[in-house]
């Protein structure tokens, strides 16, 4: 049955805000957390006498062409000697990490982002994994969780195959809409019989987690066709599927400018997307995960939801709780215990400090005994169903009441239009709330009284 949704209160609360993939978000690091900083984190938490496991990241900028709505880092080139140059130091940069992180730290995840990662041939792919399987221990056995995000144009039958023999479990394909005018208003055309059949191929090749990303608000975008886009999608029986909100934020993202926003859907239109889709995969054996996944029963992310090991990172939502992350490429994102640490952004800079034998971090942020707690309890709300205080207070050591005397005190208006409900110590989301969890979060959020709210994040909706 599908959970009740409110939706004048969707369109009261709808509004700008940060996505949570960290606390602090990324706005706040700064220079001054360099390589040397990083390598002795590293160093620290390989001594830790049962030190965490690790998820691996690896970003491959590269697409042949712009979807205007993107909001990556990416670069647009067919220039394959530019592909080569970035590939040669991200081999580099895999040594190095390599080097610092101590053997007996297993790989549990590993996600090949982008960009495009499907952009490199199978050859190029083969190679990163043989130089990842040097560097690193890798996980072999069925928990690991290993994905790659797929661009349907740029891929086969035979490359699912290749896919799944380098050790991939899991695919992600970017389907956005299936819809002709959408697609060329957005600089995106693919083939939707080509695209549905892969997701179909992915599955009967036996991937253990097949998901399609969707996208709502998009150009030229109407209830009747993004429905279509749906049954199609339903129709093939993803594991999985991320239902995102387009951001149009064209002051941040140039090709986004090749957008009119009078193409856009108004919010009134946006939030009806939105419900209408909530409605279908609801109704249809999909279960709600976080603030923009749905998953059928047996999915890994389901099953991580419901035992409470779900976890928010810079890819959204994970399954392994506890790790520490190590992220390479361009503008990748690591995290040691305490440590944010971020690459460089600029494609010359990764290249030239890379090439002289150095990792190109150049920012982050040391998070502080406050910031660890608040973004414990964000995490849980961006996460889950409730915020457990007496597990926040075995954790942290603090009297939930009390650290949060203020922040709960500020949480009457969600609770008088049933959004939350408190109740002795726990935080309880209420399924209209569960939609809007990030103004829920934003609540516990210090830092977000002083930031400036003009256009850096997408509306809730
Ligand atoms: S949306 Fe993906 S495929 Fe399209 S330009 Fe951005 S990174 Fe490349």
């Known amino acids: 049955m599908s959970p009740v949704i409110d939706p004048e209160l969707i369109r009261r609360y709808d509004a700008p805000g940060p996505r949570y993939t960290s606390y602090p978000t990324a706005r706040h690091f700064q220079k001054g957390v360099t390589e040397a900083v990083f390598c002795e984190s590293v160093a620290f938490s390989n001594e830790d006498p049962i030190p965490s496991d690790l998820s691996l990241y690896l970003h491959l900028p590269f697409c042949r062409r712009p979807c205007f709505y993107c909001g990556c880092t990416r670069i647009i080139t067919h220039h394959a000697p530019r592909v080569s140059s970035y590939l040669d130091q991200l081999h580099q940069e895999i040594a190095l990490q390599g080097a610092e992180i101590s053997r007996d730290r297993v790989v549990r995840q590993l996600h090949l982002g982008g960009g495009t990662p499907t952009y490199l041939t199978d050859t190029e792919l083969e190679s990163l994994m043989g130089a990842i399987r040097k560097s690193f ?50 600089n995106r055309v693919q083939d939707p019989d080509h695209t549905l059949m892969l997701v179909e191929q992915a599955q ?19 209830l009747e066709h993004f429905q279509t ?30 957008i009119p926003s009078t193409a856009l859907p108004d919010a009134h239109a946006r939030i009806a997307l939105f419900l209408m889709a909530f409605e279908r995969f609801t109704s249809s054996g999909y279960h709600p995960i976080g603030m923009d996944h749905f998953a059928r029963d047996g999915d890994m992310l389901l099953n991580a939801a419901r035992d409470g090991s779900l976890q928010r990172n810079f890819q959204g939502y994970s399954t392994h709780a506890g790790l520490d992350s190590v992220a390479l490429g361009l503008s990748a994102i690591s995290r040691i215990g305490t440590l ?14 890379l090439r002289a034998g150095h990792l190109p971090i150049r920012m982050g942020y040391r998070l502080n005994a406050d910031d660890v707690i608040r973004a414990d309890v964000i995490e849980r709300i961006m996460c889950h169903e409730e915020v457990d205080g007496d597990a926040v207070e075995k954790r942290h050591r603090i009297r939930f009441r009390d650290y949060f005397a203020s922040t709960l ?53």
């Open 137 to 186: 221990t890798l996980d072999e056995g069925p928990d690991r969780e290993f994905g790659i995000e797929v661009d349907p144009r740029t891929v086969d039958a035979n490359r699912l195959a290749h896919f799944l023999a380098l050790g991939f479990n899991r695919v992600s394909f970017g389907i956005q809409d299936l819809d002709r005018t959408v697609q060329l208003a957005i």
């Open 204 to 222: 009967a090749f036996g991937f253990a987690s097949v998901n399609v990303d969707l996208l709502y608000g998009l150009p030229g975008q109407s």
């Open 229 to 258: 886009t749906i049954q199609s999608v339903l129709k093939v029986h993803p594991g999985r599927i991320a239902l995102y909100g387009y951001a149009h934020l064209p002051e941040q993202f140039s090709f986004q400018r090749q």
């Open 340 to 353: 944010y640490a971020q690459n460089t952004k600029d494609e010359a800079d990764y290249l030239a400090c």
């Open 409 to 461: 005190g500020h949480l009457k208006d969600l609770e008088h239009d049933g959004l939350v409900e408190l109740t002795g110590n726990r935080l309880i989301l209420k399924p209209t709330g569960q939609i809007l969890r990030r103004i829920i979060a934003a609540r516990f959020d210090a830092y977000r009284p002083q930031e400036d709210r003009s256009g850096h994040y997408s509306r809730m909706i």
